[in-house]
């Protein structure tokens, strides 16, 4: 069995990019080496005040409650920032209403300074875009939504 050092430099790196980001976590893997760094969650707790059942609000329709469950959701399939546009000061990929065929890109997720496309696993418009740009986004964070 052989002994792989620990490169410092890289944990700090990592470390430096969860700060600059505002991610929570994030893993790096090479042939011989598996590193994941994370932030532990502060929790603060406050008493609630009691008050009065605010009005209901207005009906919102299922994609908008629960995301994530909706057969169209677009996730992203790994820990980054999204883009939304190709460029800064360029129009975005898609926008609400628009039509999308399946395969066309809707964003950018960028890590460590590679930028991988998030494409529309079918065809449809768009109804929703759950994230904003240049926004720290989770593998598995719901992005967009198709129907």
């Known amino acids: 069995m052989s002994k792989t050092t620990i490169d410092s430099e890289a944990i700090r790196q990592l470390a430096s990019l969860l700060d600059d980001t505002g991610l929570h976590e994030i893993e790096y893997e090479t042939e011989a080496l598996r590193i994941r760094v994370g932030k532990a969650a502060t929790v603060v707790t ?78 449809g418009r768009i109804v929703q875009i759950l994230v904003s740009d240049k926004q720290p986004v989770e593998h598995g964070e719901p992005l967009a939504i198709i129907e």
């Open 46 to 123: 406050h008493a609630a005040p009691v008050t009065a059942p605010l009005a209901a609000p207005a009906t919102r329709s299922a994609v908008d409650e629960t995301p994530a469950l909706h057969p169209g959701t677009v996730t992203s399939k790994m820990v980054g920032v999204a883009y939304l546009a190709p460029g800064a000061g360029e129009a975005p990929f898609v926008s609400v209403g628009q039509t999308v065929s399946q395969g066309q890109t809707l964003m950018l997720i960028e890590a460590m300074k590679t930028y991988t496309p998030v494409t529309a696993h079918c065809a």
